[in-house]
Nanobody
Framework: QVQLVESGGGLVQAGGSLRLSCAASGNILSIYAMGWYRQAPGKQRELVASITSGESANYEDSVKGRFTISRDNAKNTVYLQMNSLKPEDTAVYYC????????????????WGKGTLVTVSS
């Protein structure tokens, strides 16, 4: 009843840019924090960036100054602008959001998208 769908991944050369989008849909009353995670082959999933409903953002150290997270509350969408991409940014990027849906229950729950692959070639 609540879905997160990512888009915007792809293959890019080192130094290039990509913009990821994640749209939430369904029976949504409120969206709280939203974030982007990534998981590289053989590694654990890690938080890349997060943004509160008040648009306060936090970033993992390796992406500070290169990535920018933003959100459009009217569209229930979160973005990740990725610049100066490096081969080590290669991973599947997942969207996560804390969403209140009264169709699901009285408390907000965490939801995940299925991921979008970002490949950065050297």
């Amino acid at each position: 009843q609540v879905q997160l769908v990512e888009s915007g991944g792809g293959l890019v050369q080192a130094g290039g840019s990509l913009r990821l989008s994640c749209a939430a849909s369904g029976n949504i009353l409120s969206i709280y924090a939203m974030g982007w995670y990534r998981q590289a082959p053989g590694k654990q999933r890690e938080l890349v960036a997060s943004i509160t409903s008040g648009e306060s953002a936090n970033y993992e150290d390796s992406v500070k100054g290169r990535f920018t997270i933003s959100r459009d509350n009217a569209k229930n969408t979160v973005y990740l602008q990725m610049n100066s991409l490096k081969p080590e940014d290669t991973a599947v990027y997942y969207c996560n959001a804390k969403i209140l849906s009264l169709a699901v229950g009285p408390a907000p729950m965490g939801y995940w998208g299925k991921g979008t692959l970002v490949t950065v070639s050297s």
